[in-house]
């Protein structure tokens, strides 16, 4: 934790990136499962470095997961798992999901379209809530900055929820993102990458110095 913002470094793919965003202060380790995404690593890969990553708590994040990819992901050895899902369709299987691994567990991710709220049926599933970027074609990782008016608006409205936001967040926004949703818990990825799935420590360590500096201005 920085200045009592809680940090998540996702889209990690190898040991060194790990070791960096550790040194740079993540509390969470973000591992991409979902074949789609320019950052992923498959279960293999991940089992890989396991034994060898820092002691940070892990994060699985996956799109629309069936119950036994919840399973492997548990086997091995994730403590979070963050599923992006589409609200189209029923959401029952939320109540699967939960289920599963338990709501203190599962951190839910939706495609939130940027005219809508986070629907009822979606929080009470989970307790943690990840704001992203709306990207029409496919699920976050965008790398543009989101909506932070809403996301204080739903945080104000539901302080029992632990409100994640993500999305194009950077070393040279994430003190006015700080400022305007009033977030406490930061999920970055490409904003401190040198290239898709490869971290760059510079950028790392800017950021953790742009936190200090929003935390001091706040006081």
Same mark, same amino acid.
């Given at each position: 934790?920085?200045?009592?913002?809680?940090?998540?470094?996702?889209?990690?793919?190898?040991?060194?990136?790990?070791?960096?965003?550790?040194?740079?202060?993540?509390?969470?380790?973000?591992?991409?499962?979902?074949?789609?995404?320019?950052?992923?690593?498959?279960?293999?890969?991940?089992?890989?470095?396991?034994?060898?990553?820092?002691?940070?708590?892990?994060?699985?994040?996956?799109?629309?997961?069936?119950?036994?990819?919840?399973?492997?992901?548990?086997?091995?050895?994730?403590?979070?798992?963050?599923? #992006?899902?589409?609200?189209?369709?029923?959401?029952?299987?939320?109540?699967? &999901?939960?289920?599963?691994?338990?709501?203190?567990?599962? &951190?839910?991710?939706?495609?939130?379209?940027?005219?809508?709220?986070?629907?009822?049926?979606?929080?009470? #599933?989970?307790? #943690?809530?990840?704001?992203?970027?709306? #990207?029409?074609?496919?699920?976050?990782?965008?790398?543009?900055?989101?909506?932070?008016?809403?996301?204080?608006?739903?945080?104000?409205?539901?302080?029992?929820?632990?409100?994640?936001?993500?999305?194009?967040?950077?070393?040279?926004?994430?003190?006015?993102?700080?400022?305007?949703?009033?977030?406490?818990?930061?999920?970055?990825?490409?904003?401190?990458?040198?290239?898709?799935?490869?971290?760059?420590?510079?950028?790392?360590?800017?950021?953790?110095?742009?936190?200090?500096?929003?935390?001091?201005?706040?006081?």
């Amino acid at each position: 934790m920085i200045e009592g913002v809680r940090l998540k470094v996702c889209g990690l793919t190898t040991l060194i990136d790990a070791e960096l965003a550790d040194q740079a202060g993540a509390d969470y380790l973000g591992f991409i499962l979902y074949p789609g995404s320019p950052r992923a690593v498959s279960l293999a890969q991940y089992r890989g470095m396991a034994a060898r990553l820092p002691e940070r708590r892990r994060v699985a994040v996956c799109v629309e997961p069936t119950g036994d990819d919840l399973d492997r992901m548990l086997e091995a050895g994730f403590d979070f798992i963050q599923v #992006h899902f589409r609200l189209e369709g029923d959401l029952a299987r939320l109540g699967g &999901w939960s289920e599963r691994i338990g709501p203190d567990r599962l &951190w839910l991710a939706p495609k939130l379209p940027p005219a809508e709220d986070v629907p009822d049926d979606v929080r009470r #599933h989970a307790r #943690h809530i990840l704001l992203d970027t709306f #990207h029409a074609g496919g699920f976050g990782g965008s790398g543009r900055p989101g909506d932070w008016e809403k996301f204080a608006r739903h945080r104000a409205a539901f302080p029992e929820q632990v409100w994640i936001l993500a999305g194009g967040l950077a070393p040279g926004n994430i003190g006015e993102a700080l400022a305007v949703s009033g977030a406490r818990f930061v999920d970055v990825n490409s904003g401190v990458e040198a290239s898709p799935g490869i971290k760059d420590a510079a950028k790392l360590r800017e950021l953790a110095a742009a936190l200090r500096e929003a935390a001091a201005r706040g006081r």
